[in-house]
């Protein structure tokens, strides 16, 4: 591929000098206030070519490094993330052995009920969410 570059970059510089040889000529651009620019052709279409070339490969070039910055960002905060799971992973001892549940005790109304049991919410709250 970077032999394909490199060949195109030479073609393109053969044709702009057998341009510029064949067109060297004087060229006058009328600016402004009556202000005459005087220069040869291949000049002007350099000079032309870079005006619409630069800004848009330096917005190119602060963008894509933008976007580089931002993704180390993320990078280095994805890594810290995981260290720091494995820093209290190491730290929290292993699972506790399973606890029994204590026996149910009966209620007044003959029903039993575990101290682990809560109350649920009422249908009507439910179906809101």
């Known amino acids: 591929m970077q032999f394909l570059k ?7 510089a053969v044709a702009f000098v ?3 040889y064949n067109n060297w000529q004087v060229t006058a651009v009328e600016l402004w206030g009556g202000l005459e620019l005087v220069t040869k052709l291949p000049v002007l279409l ?3 070519f870079l005006a ?6 330096l917005v190119h070039r602060t963008s894509s490094w933008r976007l580089k910055r931002r993704i180390a ?10 260290q720091t ?15 029994h549940a204590p026996a149910a005790q009966p209620t007044a109304d003959n029903t039993t009920e575990t101290p682990f049991e809560t109350p ?3 249908a ?3 179906r809101s969410i």
């Open 124 to 126: 009507s709250v439910l």
């Open 6 to 12: 490199i060949l195109v970059a030479i073609m393109l």
């Open 73 to 82: 960002t993320l990078e280095a905060n994805q890594t810290r993330s995981y």
């Open 18 to 20: 057998v341009f510029s």
């Open 120 to 122: 649920s919410e009422p």
């Open 52 to 57: 619409g070339f630069l800004p848009l490969w």
């Open 85 to 99: 799971l494995a820093t209290t992973a190491m730290a929290t001892p292993g699972p506790a052995a399973p606890m």
């Open 46 to 48: 350099v000079i032309t």
